[in-house]
């Protein structure tokens, strides 16, 4: 296959995979832009094995068929409780994958470049410019593969979801950075060295993703995988510019980019700055205040009565919605209420749920129309003048302690304000601390009346009140 038409296959696949993108930013046209950007990706990834540059179709066609399998198994098995984890695991292939590319275009004798400088004993010399790309997606790969792996785990809750950091953090997280940094500077002038220095580098940047997000707590998580799905990007980039492939500079370019804008208004969802999220790792972990008081628990029929004397009702979905798997009732609800008179919104925070879009995906299967989807500032305006605020399985986002403690690893986190509403219900299992671990005092609050038990079956037996 020619040069020239593997360039244009490349340049019509980055066209696809703009449009994409493009396609994404609506809930309405989101299904169409991923399946674009599929079909983009099969263009690049055939043409990409129709090149002269592959050796061996039988490897490919091993790679080809167990990654289809896995990916076809995962999709249809996969429940959307376990998409953040999936969406982890995602992002930590996409790292390792990087970090092999780099550590294979160390074997490749026709670099592009000029000014050679380093040679290894098992390998020809590549120039300066090839060798930086090399490290850079190595120590991205590495960071992004041992980091999301990690996020992996607090979101099954594998390990603990909270806030951890290991004795004297800021100092050896602080010692891994200079290691890192001059293991990259030795290679260039010890070229002898270059394999165990490099294997130095993927040592260093693996310790370094899990120190990095070990400190993270749960509250954090949804800024977290979409920083580390920008990783990913940056990593494939830099790997694309070592072996000189333009389809994946464009793609992770694009991955990079997009991931760092959603980060960056995570961020702002969450009151925090990019740096703090970048450098947390280099931070002591925080305390929340312990929270005691009175609990007033509300049966499903005594709830029916409050619901159905009420003109405005706000719905707060949250990752127990999720894990009940109640939005349907959530939206079968929402109808009676608004067929017996009163108004009816969803409030969605930013970051509700485990990974950024979780409540409104879950909302959209339900086919909760678009504009009762209320942003968090807007229904905050309006807040004091509900009549009843439900809260389902959310716990982190409506938790007054970012308000009020200033010890909380949440402090300063903008949240759903649903404790000013007249009457709050929360929809729990038990009395268990959220995803980062924080006790939460709307629990305890005068208006707060806690409806135990699943979601689903709770909201199921109001539901068949009004029914009666």
């Known amino acids: 296959m020619s040069a020239e038409l593997i360039g244009a296959v490349y340049i019509f696949a980055a066209v696809l995979f703009i449009y994409g993108l493009k396609l994404l930013s609506s809930p ?63 992002n930590g292939s996409g790292g390792i994958a990087s970090l092999l590319v780099g550590w294979a275009a160390l074997y490749m004798s026709d670099s592009p470049h000029i000014s050679t400088v380093v040679a290894t004993p098992d390998a020809p010399a590549v120039s300066a410019f090839t060798m930086i790309t090399i490290l850079i997606s190595i120590l991205i790969g590495g960071v992004t593969f041992s980091g999301s792996l990690v996020a992996w785990g607090k979101l099954s809750e594998t390990i603990s979801s909270a806030a951890m950091s290991l004795p004297g953090q800021r100092f050896l997280s602080l010692f891994n950075v200079f290691a890192l940094l001059a293991c990259s500077v030795l290679i260039f002038f010890q070229p002898a060295w270059t394999l165990p220095l490099i294997i130095a580098v993927i040592v260093l940047s693996l310790i370094l993703g899990v120190m990095a ?100 009702v706000v719905m707060v979905p949250g990752y127990g919605m999720a894990v009940a798997q109640a939005q349907h009732v959530v939206r079968e609800l929402g109808d009676m209420l608004e067929a017996n008179g009163a108004e009816v919104s969803y409030a969605i925070h930013p970051v509700a749920g485990r990974m950024p879009g979780h409540m409104n995906v879950l909302l959209a299967e339900a086919s909760v129309p678009y504009d009762q989807l209320v942003e968090m500032e807007d229904i905050n305006r309006r807040i004091e003048n509900v ?82």
């Open 387 to 468: 009549d009843v605020a439900v809260v389902i399985g959310a716990n982190d986002v409506v938790n007054p302690a970012a308000r009020e403690d200033e010890n909380s690893p949440i402090y300063g986190m903008p949240i759903i304000n649903v404790d000013y509403a007249r009457t709050v219900f929360v929809l729990k299992r038990s009395m268990a601390s959220g995803f980062s671990g924080v006790d939460n005092p709307l629990f305890f609050g005068q208006n707060t009346r806690m409806l135990f038990g699943d979601a689903k079956q709770s909201l199921s037996a109001v539901i068949a009140q009004f029914k009666n």
């Open 213 to 312: 997000v070990m400190p993270i707590g749960g509250a954090d998580m949804p800024v977290v995988i979409s920083l580390l799905n920008s990783y990913s990007g940056l990593a494939a980039c830099a790997a694309g510019l070592a072996i000189d492939n333009s389809i994946l500079i464009v793609a992770g370019s694009l991955v990079g980019a997009a991931g760092i804008i959603l980060t960056n208004i995570m961020c702002k969802a969450m009151n925090r700055s990019l740096s703090n999220v970048l450098f947390s790792g280099f931070a002591a972990t925080t305390q929340a205040t312990k929270v005691e008081g009175e609990v007033k628990p509300i049966s499903a029929d005594d709830a029916y009565l409050i619901l159905e004397a009420a003109s405005s």
């Open 28 to 90: 309405a046209t989101a299904v169409r832009g991923n399946l674009i950007s599929s079909l983009a990706m099969l263009a690049a990834v055939l043409v990409t094995l129709a090149s002269i540059e592959i050796i061996d179709y039988r490897w490919i066609a091993i790679a080809a068929i167990a990654g289809t399998l896995v990916g076809a198994v995962a999709a249809r098995r996969v429940a959307m409780t376990g998409m953040p984890e999936m969406v982890a695991l995602f």
